[in-house]
Protein backbone atom coordinates (compact mmCIF):
# COMPACT_ATOMS: atom_id res chain seq x y z
CA UNK A 1 0.00 0.00 0.00
CA UNK A 2 1.89 3.10 -1.28
CA UNK A 3 1.80 6.15 1.52
CA UNK A 4 2.45 9.61 0.71
CA UNK A 5 2.73 12.13 3.77
CA UNK A 6 3.66 15.98 2.57
CA UNK A 7 4.94 18.10 5.69
CA UNK A 8 6.95 21.24 6.07
CA UNK A 9 4.21 24.00 4.80
CA UNK A 10 3.47 26.96 6.62
CA UNK A 11 2.59 30.51 6.45
CA UNK A 12 5.64 32.83 5.34
CA UNK A 13 6.36 36.68 4.25
CA UNK A 14 6.92 37.15 0.65
CA UNK A 15 10.65 36.82 -0.08
CA UNK A 16 11.16 34.01 2.55
CA UNK A 17 11.33 30.30 1.90
CA UNK A 18 10.37 27.09 3.05
CA UNK A 19 11.38 23.33 2.49
CA UNK A 20 8.42 20.61 1.97
CA UNK A 21 8.97 17.30 2.54
CA UNK A 22 7.40 13.89 1.09
CA UNK A 23 7.70 10.64 3.16
CA UNK A 24 6.79 7.43 0.37
CA UNK A 25 6.63 4.19 1.50
CA UNK A 26 4.91 0.99 0.14
CA UNK A 27 6.83 0.15 -2.71
CA UNK A 28 10.36 0.36 -4.90
CA UNK A 29 11.99 3.30 -5.08
CA UNK A 30 12.79 1.74 -8.32
CA UNK A 31 11.80 3.26 -11.92
CA UNK A 32 9.46 5.73 -10.11
CA UNK A 33 9.07 9.44 -11.21
CA UNK A 34 8.02 12.26 -8.28
CA UNK A 35 6.49 15.34 -8.55
CA UNK A 36 5.07 18.35 -6.75
CA UNK A 37 1.82 19.98 -7.74
CA UNK A 38 -0.24 22.51 -6.34
CA UNK A 39 -3.74 23.97 -6.35
CA UNK A 40 -4.12 27.62 -5.70
CA UNK A 41 -7.90 28.48 -3.73
CA UNK A 42 -10.32 28.72 -6.46
CA UNK A 43 -8.37 27.45 -9.18
CA UNK A 44 -7.14 24.26 -10.70
CA UNK A 45 -4.59 21.74 -9.45
CA UNK A 46 -0.70 22.68 -11.58
CA UNK A 47 2.54 20.99 -12.23
CA UNK A 48 5.21 22.47 -10.65
CA UNK A 49 8.32 19.78 -10.77
CA UNK A 50 9.12 16.67 -11.20
CA UNK A 51 12.11 14.31 -11.03
CA UNK A 52 12.79 11.16 -12.15
CA UNK A 53 14.93 7.84 -10.04
CA UNK A 54 17.92 9.50 -11.86
CA UNK A 55 17.52 12.89 -11.12
CA UNK A 56 16.57 14.77 -14.34
CA UNK A 57 14.05 17.55 -13.58
CA UNK A 58 11.94 19.52 -15.06
CA UNK A 59 9.73 22.79 -14.01
CA UNK A 60 6.86 24.97 -14.04
CA UNK A 61 7.58 28.59 -15.82
CA UNK A 62 6.42 29.75 -12.18
CA UNK A 63 8.86 27.48 -10.32
CA UNK A 64 11.70 28.17 -12.49
CA UNK A 65 14.86 29.69 -10.69
CA UNK A 66 12.68 29.87 -7.40
CA UNK A 67 12.05 26.11 -6.70
CA UNK A 68 14.60 23.29 -6.26
CA UNK A 69 13.00 19.65 -6.63
CA UNK A 70 15.08 17.40 -4.80
CA UNK A 71 15.35 13.34 -3.58
CA UNK A 72 17.00 11.27 -1.01
CA UNK A 73 16.40 7.59 -1.91
CA UNK A 74 17.78 6.30 0.91
CA UNK A 75 15.42 8.23 2.70
CA UNK A 76 12.79 7.76 0.34
CA UNK A 77 12.16 11.20 0.55
CA UNK A 78 11.24 14.50 -2.01
CA UNK A 79 11.79 17.64 -1.05
CA UNK A 80 10.80 20.93 -2.85
CA UNK A 81 12.95 24.08 -1.85
CA UNK A 82 11.03 27.35 -2.47
CA UNK A 83 13.25 30.31 -2.00
CA UNK A 84 11.76 34.07 -3.29
CA UNK A 85 8.24 33.63 -2.23
CA UNK A 86 5.29 35.46 -3.69
CA UNK A 87 1.69 35.98 -2.45
CA UNK A 88 0.73 33.79 -5.67
CA UNK A 89 2.64 30.91 -4.38
CA UNK A 90 -0.49 30.30 -1.87
CA UNK A 91 -1.41 26.90 -2.81
CA UNK A 92 -2.35 23.44 -0.89
CA UNK A 93 0.86 21.45 -1.88
CA UNK A 94 0.58 17.83 -2.86
CA UNK A 95 3.31 15.10 -4.16
CA UNK A 96 2.76 12.34 -5.96
CA UNK A 97 4.32 9.08 -7.96
CA UNK A 98 4.02 7.15 -10.42
CA UNK A 99 5.92 4.05 -12.02
CA UNK A 100 4.48 3.63 -15.29
CA UNK A 101 6.03 6.68 -17.58
CA UNK A 102 9.56 7.15 -19.11
CA UNK A 103 9.93 10.70 -18.41
CA UNK A 104 9.14 13.69 -16.08
CA UNK A 105 5.95 15.36 -16.35
CA UNK A 106 3.62 17.44 -15.15
CA UNK A 107 0.45 16.52 -16.37
CA UNK A 108 -1.66 14.89 -12.92
CA UNK A 109 -3.32 12.41 -14.72
CA UNK A 110 -0.30 10.71 -15.36
CA UNK A 111 0.44 10.02 -11.55
CA UNK A 112 -1.16 7.31 -9.35
CA UNK A 113 -0.47 8.08 -5.90
CA UNK A 114 -1.00 11.23 -3.78
CA UNK A 115 -0.44 12.49 -0.58
CA UNK A 116 -2.53 14.52 1.48
CA UNK A 117 -1.59 17.81 0.96
CA UNK A 118 0.62 20.71 2.88
CA UNK A 119 -0.71 24.06 3.11
CA UNK A 120 1.91 26.80 2.12
CA UNK A 121 0.47 30.52 2.68
CA UNK A 122 2.74 33.72 1.44
CA UNK A 123 1.54 36.80 2.87
Known amino acids: HVQLVESGGGSVQAGGSLRLSCAIS????????LAWFRQPPGKEREGVAS???????IYANSAKGRFTISKDSAKNTLYLQMSSLKPEDTAMYYC??????????????????WGQGTQVTVS
Open 96 to 113: AVTWRLAAPTLTGESYDY
Open 26 to 33: GRSNENYF
Open 51 to 57: IERYGAT
